[in-house]
């Protein structure tokens, strides 16, 4: 069993800059591969990065592809998301969740999000 917590959203102007965090409770937080999710308003949640166990490969949305990082240090039980260059659109609840595998899809544990705001 593996319990997500994420932190670190709030109000930020366009152009700035955020980090978030998620934080794992569980001794196989290592094992797993990390994605972050997020769900605007209105819409469905969709992918927007993910970090192998390792955290030798990582994959990107294309929407934030050269703004957003995605890093973990499994010392800590922590995976990231370092977002840079912040547009309205990326305005949304963000979500992290754990896997088996690196990809897109197949999460088996979800945290209950962090709410990102960035306002024009």
């Known amino acids: 069993q593996v319990q997500l917590v994420e932190s670190g959203g709030g109000l930020v102007q366009a152009g700035g800059s955020l980090r978030l965090s998620c934080a794992a409770s569980?001794?196989?937080?290592?094992?797993?591969?990390m994605d972050w999710f997020r769900q605007a308003p209105g819409k469905e949640r969709v992918f927007v990065a993910a970090?192998?166990?390792?955290?030798?490969?990582?994959m990107y949305a294309d929407s934030v592809k050269g703004r957003f990082t995605i890093s973990r240090d499994n010392t800590k039980n922590t995976v990231y998301l370092q977002m840079n260059s912040l547009k309205p659109e990326d305005t949304a609840v963000y979500y992290c969740a754990a896997g088996q595998r690196l990809g897109t899809g197949g999460m088996e544990y979800w945290g209950k999000g962090t709410l990102v705001t960035v306002s024009s």
């Open positions: 569980g001794p196989t937080f290592s094992s797993y591969a």
């Open positions: 970090i192998s166990w390792s955290g030798r490969s990582t």
